[in-house]
């Protein structure tokens, strides 16, 4: 970790792999600063991993990058002890937060952190990109609050790209606050709702068998991809509402 | 660059079928998202900054000759919605099928033959501009332009809005137009140079959501 005026710079990089026997080994596991890893305890061949925040931010001018890769026979779980807060900073200087994700053949990921709470004057770009093997498997779920209860949300960008052997599968920019694009907030955009969010799920098996195309009518969808991927995309007026939408339409998926 | 072309391309009569969809304006009125022109003007600046400014990048990268084929899987990446997919697909297929007979190209052809089915409509528009001798500013100017057009005379027959209040809508847009373009020429430029990764990839969760659930209506006015 390095601390400048300019804000943190912080790196968390999480390494699974399959031990031969059907289970997951946690070979390298580095967190510093405000990003701390746990080890928690996994179900069967499954290895899990907390992300905990150590101190708070992402504040205006941090930058942190987390990595995590899946190698070959892995099975790795990674969630947050709590929601991530985006805060302002001192010089109102946007702060970043970049995740990268790779999953190998014969590997699966459940990458499941909190929301992601957007606070008033809060400036965060977040980029997601995820590179898959032919035959890796993926539940991705990112949900984001815009606002604390019944505040005006900061500036927050989300871009999400996804390759499996190589394609592009999906390519999408979310972005809102003040100063982000007009309209983001009206009748094509949010609406007015406060929380949105999606589960990308990848299974090699949806190359033959996709899943079929469904909408439910509080705000959500399930949309098979040109690809073996399918994505549910949600929104809803709070955090909890879209958490209960989402599971209601993953579990039309299972 | 031919003015008198353009405008053959631009006109909402020119036969490529986009008069038979609101660009999500009919899933709006429904839900009571769209019910004045207010709400259709934020949903018209809403659609041009994220699926508007997207297609108006794609239609650009293909007029100044990027690969169709790049461009219509960045297509695809961009557009998580199904029934977006085969819309945006059947409107492709009517549009090169009209600008085959309008301005006579081998790329038309090629592109005819590559998809069968169909490529994304900013592909086959950027391509038809090509044959029709225009430039990428006049491709993204009639992506954009169609983009919000649609809706707007949509809502006139969904809602009985006063159509001079609607036009009124498209001129106080014309501005944000105006920049779009410029952007979505730049946005194609780069596309050129550093791939297709570099074209926007701005979404709107309630234009997708609604997509999808129109297009299982039984009855609908509008074919999307």
Do not use: N
């Amino acid at each position: 970790m390095t601390t400048s005026a300019a804000g943190v710079r912080a790196r968390v990089s999480i390494v699974a792999r399959g031990d031969g026997r059907g289970g997951t080994v946690l070979p390298d596991l580095e967190g510093e600063g405000p990003l701390a890893i746990r080890r928690t305890r996994g179900l069967g061949a499954e290895a899990r991993v907390m992300l905990v925040g150590a101190m708070s931010g992402p504040l205006g001018g941090d930058h942190f990058t987390v990595s995590a890769r899946a190698a070959r026979g892995a099975r790795l779980r990674v969630g947050s002890a709590g929601a991530t807060l985006a805060l302002p900073g001192q010089d109102r200087a946007e702060a970043r937060y970049d995740v990268r994700l790779t999953v190998d053949d014969d590997a699966e990921l459940l990458w499941l952190p909190e929301p992601l709470i957007s606070v008033r004057g809060s400036d965060l770009s977040v980029t997601t990109r995820v590179d898959l093997a032919a035959t890796a498997r993926l539940v991705l779920r990112e949900e984001q609050v815009l606002g604390r209860s019944g505040e005006e949300p900061g500036r927050l960008t989300s871009r999400l790209t996804v390759w499996i052997a190589g394609d592009c599968v999906l390519d999408q920019e979310l972005a809102c606050g003040p100063g982000a694009v007009e309209g983001w907030d009206g009748p094509a955009g949010l609406a007015g709702h406060r929380a949105v969010g999606q589960v990308l799920l990848i299974r090699p098996e949806f190359a033959t068998d996709p899943p079929t195309a469904r909408s439910w009518e509080e705000g959500a969808a399930v949309m098979p991809l040109a690809g073996p991927a399918a994505l549910v995309t949600a929104v809803a007026p709070d955090a909890l509402r879209l958490r209960r939408l989402l599971d209601t339409a993953l579990a039309s998926l299972e | 660059m031919s003015r008198a072309a353009l405008l053959v391309l631009a006109d909402g009569r020119f036969p490529a079928g986009g008069h038979a969809h609101s660009g999500g304006a009919e899933a709006a009125v429904k839900a009571g998202r769209i019910t004045d022109a207010v709400s259709l003007e934020q949903f018209c600046r809403g659609r041009l900054h994220t699926s508007g400014a997207v297609a108006a990048s794609l239609a650009a990268a293909a007029a100044l000759g990027v690969d169709p084929r790049e461009l219509d899987r960045a297509a695809d990446a961009r557009t998580p919605s199904p029934a977006l997919r085969l819309v945006a697909r059947r409107l492709g297929r009517q549009l090169v099928r009209a600008a085959r007979a309008t301005w006579p190209h081998p790329e038309l052809d090629e592109l005819a033959h590559q998809f069968p089915k169909g490529a994304h409509q900013p592909v086959a528009l950027g391509t038809a501009a090509r044959a029709a001798g225009l430039g990428p500013q006049d491709a993204a100017y009639c992506s954009l332009y169609e983009g919000v057009s649609g809706p707007a005379t949509a809502v006139v027959r969904l809602l009985g809005l006063d159509p001079f209040d609607a036009t009124a809508v498209l001129a106080r847009l014309a501005p944000a137009l105006d920049r779009a373009a410029q952007d979505a020429v730049e946005a194609g430029q780069r596309a050129l140079s550093d791939g297709p990764e570099a074209l926007p990839a701005r979404s709107a969760p309630l234009l997708e959501i609604g997509a999808e659930a129109h297009a299982k209506w039984p009855v609908r006015l509008f074919a999307s």
